[in-house]
């Protein structure tokens, strides 16, 4: 189970964005999306089309502050944008080689199928059943997390058993709304679900008080209850309801696409327990670390072999940060949310984050 070593009460009403970059809200061109469809149709791999196009197209959810979040001028930031962004680095040394499309929880996958997005960086779930019969293919996980329930503060819940006969909000197709239904159950607690397919519809209505809690991960509450009117007001219960492992997300059956976000992903964990920042990545190039000369492609042809720029993750790394910068301004000490690391610290720190030998 999850434990959230953060104050509620450090959170402020207006989430600032934090690693800001450019971008538009649209997937882009007609013919850009076309391309990336037709290479991953007819036995090409997507990753070529991207490379042919210039551009990367990421989806994201853009509401949610800290992990993807669009402000009033149309800047992207967030934990899940820096991962868009540092895969864009990577193939073309430019961060802001990024088309962004906010997709809703119903439209995602079917988003990604067709080519109009090459990846998904959307605080989504890896489960069995996506990871096979919905054919999607899951990249390391960047936020460990777990299902949470938000509630006024003056209501007396103080538990899911005080719940009983409540209604409660949540996004349709979710695990979150699956999960809802099986802890309830499991309790013998009946509920009043009033479903949305837009997190957005979703919490108006809980703050207008059309229904009497609000269910996601815990991560979405904090951020989402940060935008509310009135952030005092409400409170996330002690609870955890399920594990939910969220990460970027490709289409399946297509390796080359799939290596290039995984190993990207890795690296800016590797990175940081490389201890080689945003600062300090080019100067690695001269190390006498055979492991890192490794990694930064100065020595071997781990790039190149996977069709990349031998200094793959320096690009990344050196635009965006190692895992932990990105971590910190988005969601850490360096942000209004001031989340503590847990289970998202790295192995040799006692958290989860661990990356597979750059060799």
């Known amino acids: 189970m999850a434990k959230w070593g953060f104050s509620l009460a450090a959170l402020v009403a207006v989430a600032l964005p ?3 970059c450019g971008g538009t809200q649209d997937a882009g061109d007609t013919a850009a999306t076309s391309v990336a469809g037709e290479a991953a149709g007819d036995g090409g791999s997507r990753l070529e089309a991207i490379i042919a196009r210039g551009t990367l197209n990421c989806g994201v959810d853009g509401g949610i502050p800290g992990f993807s979040f669009v402000d009033d001028t149309g800047t992207y930031s967030g934990l899940d944008v820096d991962v868009c962004r540092a895969v864009a680095a990577a193939l073309f040394d430019d961060p802001d080689a990024v088309e962004y499309r906010n997709l809703d929880s119903t439209e995602r996958f079917e988003a990604l199928k067709g080519g109009e997005v090459d990846m998904l960086s959307r605080n989504t779930t890896w489960t069995i059943s996506r990871d096979t019969s919905v054919g999607m293919e899951f990249a390391p996980t960047t936020f460990f997390d777990g299902q949470g329930m938000m509630v006024r503060g003056d209501s007396g819940v103080t ?3 005080d719940m009983d006969g409540l209604s409660i909000c949540v996004e ?27 997190a957005d519809a979703g919490y108006s209505a809980y ?17 989402r209850r940060s935008t509310l009117s009135e952030p005092e007001a409400h409170v ?14 490709t289409i399946n059956n297509d390796s080359a696409w799939f290596d290039t976000v995984k190993w990207v992903t890795y690296g800016l964990i ?3 327990e490389f201890g080689l920042t945003a600062d300090t990545i080019e100067a690695a190039t001269s190390s006498e670390d055979p492991n890192i000369l ?3 492609g100065a020595e071997g042809t781990l790039g190149t072999d996977m069709g990349l720029p031998n200094d793959f993750m320096v690009r990344a790394v050196k635009h965006v940060g190692n895992y932990g910068e990105i971590f910190e301004r988005n969601l850490g000490q360096e942000s209004v949310f001031k989340l ?7 192995w040799t720190d006692g958290g989860l984050m661990y990356a597979p030998p750059f060799r």
């Open 294 to 296: 490794r990694f930064v």
């Open 207 to 223: 703050e207008e008080g059309r229904c009497d809690a609000f269910t996601s991960d815990k991560s979405q509450l904090v951020a």
């Open 172 to 198: 349709t197709g979710t695990t979150t709304e699956l999960n809802l239904t099986d802890q309830f159950r499991q309790r013998g607690i009946t509920f009043e679900p009033v479903v949305f397919k837009d």
């Open 236 to 249: 996330v219960l002690d609870v955890t309801m399920s594990k939910e492992p969220l990460g970027p997300v």
């Open 159 to 161: 538990t899911l058993e």
């Open 270 to 272: 590797q990175a940081e």
């Open 340 to 346: 503590e690391r847990g289970q998202n610290a790295l």
């Open 18 to 20: 934090l690693a800001a």
